[in-house]
């Protein structure tokens, strides 16, 4: 099969297409036949090993796994022995650990796994998961009916899926992103938009619940004074803010507000649970461009620029179809 490797790190240009060996479904395990694939900020951080932490999880001098790929949309091509929900022929989507730019991937039949949404393409359903999982982690617990929230970021993968769910948990919601993307973010039911280019939100004297930063690029001190007594500041990203897991220890035992640091691990509830938002119509996925596999490595840089709109996906095998 074609697959994506990298067997050492580095820029986007490490990344090579080449023919390797199809995995083989163990006994719990599902062989999909990817149609569709995404490149998002973990693959760009685990292909350049930053923060140089990473390196102790996925190898000190080259990567352990050299296939990356977490997101995923195909088709079930086989199951294992031991396999009762899902047969040859089902349309699937979901995340796994890595392994999905390739033409096929084995995910465990209990992981974070499900059949596709109806009506859904194979490319809306690969740019779900990861980004709403992300969201999902730092908001579950943080929103609801008459709470308001601050999505910093609210365009890209992480953040559109913020602005979505927080709507879905009843939250007010204000959206903070760039000029170009504020009919987009409104249009996924943000309440208030404010446009960063023209408005620093620290300075406007409104107080929030809960600020969550959707890319990484606020922190806690900046953002202290606009959140409200007992407020809470949610965040996912530990390559720019290294500092948070220590905030959110030390701010669980001094001050009125807290860090959140969202851990995700993705689950078929969660996948479950999104598709059922999508078949509802209270969620939809946002994709900024598409690319063959082949030109993994255009993709790639475009997402390191930082100004992707939702998500960049990967089609792999053949044309995508709902």
């Known amino acids: ?20 060996e199809r995995p083989v479904a163990a006994d719990d395990e599902v062989l999909v036949k990817v149609h569709a694939t995404t490149v998002n900020r973990t693959d760009c951080g685990l292909r350049a090993a930053k923060p140089f932490i990473t390196r102790f999880f996925t190898g000190l001098v080259r990567p352990k796994r ?40 084995s995910v465990q039949e209990g992981g974070a796994i499900a059949q596709k949404p109806a009506g859904m393409t194979f490319e809306q359903a690969a740019a ?30 992480v953040g559109t899926a913020g602005v979505q769910l927080a709507k879905h948990f009843g939250a ?20 208030r938009v404010v446009d960063y280019t023209q408005e620093d939100f620290t300075r406007n004297g409104e107080t929030y619940d809960v600020i969550f930063d959707a890319v990484g690029k606020h922190s806690f001190r900046r953002s202290r004074r606009s959140l409200k007594p007992g407020g809470i500041y949610a965040e996912t ?25 969202g851990i ?11 598709k059922e938002l999508i ?6 996925a946002v994709i900024d461009r598409r690319y063959p596999l082949k030109d993994v490595v255009e ?24």
């Open 1 to 20: 099969m074609r697959a994506v490797v990298h067997d050492k790190y580095g820029a986007p240009d490490v990344l090579r297409l080449e023919e390797v």
């Open 66 to 105: 050299q296939i990356l790929g977490m997101e995923f949309a195909g088709e079930v091509e086989a199951v294992g022995s031991a396999v009762t929900e899902f047969a040859p022929g089902d349309d699937v989507f979901g995340v796994t650990g890595a392994g999905a730019h390739a033409e096929f991937v």
């Open 128 to 157: 779900v998961c990861d980004g709403a999982g992300l969201a999902l982690a730092c908001l579950r617990d943080a929103v609801g009916p008459g709470r308001s929230i601050l999505v910093y970021g609210a365009s890209g993968s």
């Open 172 to 191: 007010d919601v204000t959206a903070v992103c760039d000029t170009k993307n504020l009919e987009l973010v409104s249009s996924l039911g943000a309440d």
């Open 237 to 261: 990203d530990l390559g720019f803010l290294w500092h948070v897991p220590l905030l959110a220890l030390l701010t669980r035992r001094i001050g009125d507000k807290t860090v959140k640091l």
């Open 264 to 274: 995700t691990r993705h689950t078929k509830n969660d996948v479950l649970f999104l």
């Open 279 to 284: 078949e509802a119509g209270k969620y939809r």
């Open 299 to 322: 993709a790639t840089k475009y997402v390191e620029t930082g100004q992707k709109t939702g998500n960049v996906v990967l089609t792999v095998n053949g044309e995508s179809r709902p």
